[in-house]
Nanobody, 124 residues
Framework: QVHLVESGGGLVQAGGSLRLSCVAS???????MGWFRQAPGKEREFVAA????????NYASSAKGRFTISRDNGKNTVYLQMNSLKPEDTAVYSC??????????????????WGQGTQVTVSS
């Protein structure tokens, strides 16, 4: 079983930045890792994902150019640097781990383990 714990969320003004972290309870160097978000009343949506090696990355169109996903396999940690935040980025952000680590999938049903999430609120 893999436990994922997110941190780094909070309240920020529009245009500001946040860095989310997701720490795994076990070695996840062979896993693909993803970030998803869910706003109130909306379905969960893909944000970004990274393969086990970091050589393959996918971003949602809403995240491209503003968000950067990265990982440190030595620390079992994946990051999401979010810049130029907008009110529409407000959501609970969750990280996920996929045992088949070669492809950073965008579909949530590809992932095997999920964290509880961290709230990101962007004020206008």
């Amino acid at each position: 079983q893999v436990h994922l714990v997110e941190s780094g969320g909070g309240l920020v003004q529009a245009g500001g930045s946040l860095r989310l972290s997701c720490v795994a309870s076990v070695r996840t160097s062979s896993y693909a890792m993803g970030w998803f978000r869910q706003a109130p009343g909306k379905e969960r949506e893909f944000v970004a994902a990274i393969s086990w090696s970091g050589s393959s990355i996918n971003y949602a169109s809403s995240a491209k150019g503003r968000f950067t996903i990265s990982r440190d396999n030595g620390k079992n940690t994946v990051y999401l640097q979010m810049n130029s935040l907008k009110p529409e980025d407000t959501a609970v952000y969750s990280c996920a781990a996929d045992r088949n680590g070669g492809i950073p999938y965008t579909r949530s049903d590809e992932y095997d383990y999920w964290g509880q999430g961290t709230q990101v609120t962007v004020s206008s």
